[in-house]
């Protein structure tokens, strides 16, 4: 792994842990549930980042990463990932676009979802009002969808992405490979608004 | 957070497997959290072990990382070898991000799902609805399965199909297994060609139609399919358990060792060796054998997993390889739950007896074969026996080796494996040329009686026929040969003379019996088959 990208990543969990402490001191002064949640779901970020991060140190070790590709429902897959509580936006709508939507898929769910919850984050941090997850079969390839109502992936951010998202993203699409196909995954501008995000295992 | 929980789950029995006392903590609350009333706690292998061998359980959760001996997999793949499990257990692995691809790409016995570390109580909850469903989607074929019935499990695969689209995989995969049983080729191979459609890459449904292959003879066009899988994934174990049973059929052992030895080279379970070092011993290959089992001793050594026949393979492997105080070492130092195992004292003291003799010690040869022989219950179709044969061999009394070899064969003639086994201990003593007096005699010697009773049917003596295969049964509880003449006779007599409960009770007897002695095996299936159909056609007539 490119030795600039582990330190930014670990620098940027350095600050979402000084951010947690923060909350946790507060906490310890003066408990209150909402704070609790709020310092709860920050917790569970961290932990997803830190998880990405080790796939993606993984994925570049010798033994690299592997998809155990087997046969699930997306719509079952998605309702999973979106219970998921570590969304700390309760503004924002998520909900699952079951058109053309597969019976059956064929990936690895937990390499999957990894890709898809570090994609989510991304677009929780965008999104005005509402996040939209999709799965359909197009041109011989799965492609799950998550497309957010923010302003477009030009945006500027207070504090910008460490780029641990797509770099994870891409490694697990790789993992994904039949005969010399492999997945991909790219973030666009939605002609109608907003950004896409794709995931494209062959 | 809010977690609506199951009404399904307050009943779940479950283990929990987990060595961090941290970790086991925060999973034992979020199984509370799902109001999942008893969970029982397992720290070691061990514990578990204990644990599942007491309880019946419909949950385990397990930690792939448990200790330096054993991992959840070696765990899963004990539990499931020695059916610990009750079939709808559902089974799932936790492991950290770091391991998962590795531990999951080249698992034998897969749990029914991976969960990485670390994951929410909602997550948790998430799996385990999904696992209850596909179990309650799938039930009415698996519940037909267990009680044997294949063709109205196979008749349940289309409904099932035709309500849950989602399963189409796994039923695509019971229905092949199925029809594979019945004997319907054609229809097998059609199975895995719509999978194939669905997914060209899918290996379980190329090695189905290598399978359909090899149920039709084709065995080179299985080996190409098979060799061909292998090259894309090589760490399929299945296709090389196919690629065994090939070499097999074209009596090749040395091919059979081979793709064996690739197998444990992959997963070196302490099964894989055990496997390994009986293939290498049946054909003579003592080096191969020793380090096997060596392996498989050593890596169950101190732990519950560890099985008597292991050590004892290999203190015979040292005794055949003229190692006598190995093997007397070896045989000296033994776990105290050894020796409540079935036939472990004759073998250990029959083991003795032949490293004596090879010390030129020959009253304690003598003093040990006697012990042997005085734990004996009467000669079986077992390794005990034969161990025993050898040591008569051995310490020069040849005429009991003799007859202990002969009532080992009568006790099951048609098992190949003992009777290539007891060919192989008159080879090792010398004694060769009395092959066809013992061997070939106590092969005839079932078949004879076999061949008496249905002759006795067709003549029109049925009640004859059926007291003949009683009888010997009485001397030959386990032989396979007799067990299943008598489930065929018995029927053939229902079938012209109409029901009768105690001859239903007794098939069932026998093909419980033929279901333990050959598990998975193709012609008791057969025969459970024509139970069920002779029962319906029956009762229609009457």
Known sequence: ?202 | MVIVSDSRFANLRSLLIEDLPLMRQNIRIQLGQLDIARVDQATTPDDAIRLVRSNSYDLIVCDYNLNKETNGLQLLEFFRSQNLLQPSAMFIMVTAENDYALVASTAEFQPDSYLLKPFTATKLQERIVRLLDKQSTLAPITERMQAKDLAGALAQCDRVLAIAPKRVMDVLKFKGKLLLELGNIEGARATYTQALNARDDLIWAQIGLAKCDVAIGELQKAKTTIQAVLVRNSQYIEAYDLLTQIARLQGNEEDALDALNRSSQIVPSARRNRMVGDAAYRIGNLEQAKIAFGKAVKSTKGSLTAQASDLLSLAQVHVDNGDADQALKLLSDVPRSFTSSSGFGITQAALQAQAHVQLGNFPAAEKAFIAAKNQSEGARADTATLALAKAAFSVGMEAEGAEILSQAVKADHENKNVVALARKVLKDTGNEEMADRIIDNAISHGSAIVAEAEALMRSARPDESLAKLEEALQSMPENTGLLMAASQLHLLWMSQKGMQRDYVERVNNYLEKLDTLLPGNERVAKMYRFLRETLVNVAKKS
């Open chain 1, 1 to 202: 792994m490119d030795t600039r990208l582990a330190a930014i990543i670990v620098h940027d969990i350095k600050n979402a842990l000084a951010g947690l402490e923060g909350e946790l001191r507060a906490l310890a002064a003066a408990p209150e549930r909402e704070r609790a949640e709020h310092a709860h779901g920050a917790c569970l970020a961290l932990q997803e980042k830190l998880v990405g991060f080790l796939t993606l140190y993984k994925a570049s070790s010798s033994q690299g990463l592997k998809a155990r590709i087997d046969a699930y429902s997306p719509q079952d897959f998605l309702d999973e990932l979106v219970g998921h509580p570590t969304l700390n936006r309760p503004d924002v709508k998520v909900s699952i676009d079951t058109q053309d939507m597969p019976a059956v898929g064929f990936f690895d769910e937990n390499l999957v979802a990894l890709a898809l919850e570090a994609a989510l984050q991304n677009a929780m941090r965008f999104a005005r009002s509402a996040i939209e997850i999709g799965c359909r079969q197009k041109s011989g390839e799965l492609v799950f969808t998550i497309r957010d109502d923010g302003p477009g992936i030009g945006a500027k951010e207070e504090t910008p992405s460490t780029g641990l998202g797509m770099n994870l993203c891409n490694v697990i699409a790789e993992a994904h490979n039949k005969g010399e196909k492999k997945g991909s995954a790219r973030l666009t501008d939605h002609p109608a608004g907003g950004a896409l995000f794709e995931l494209r295992l062959p």
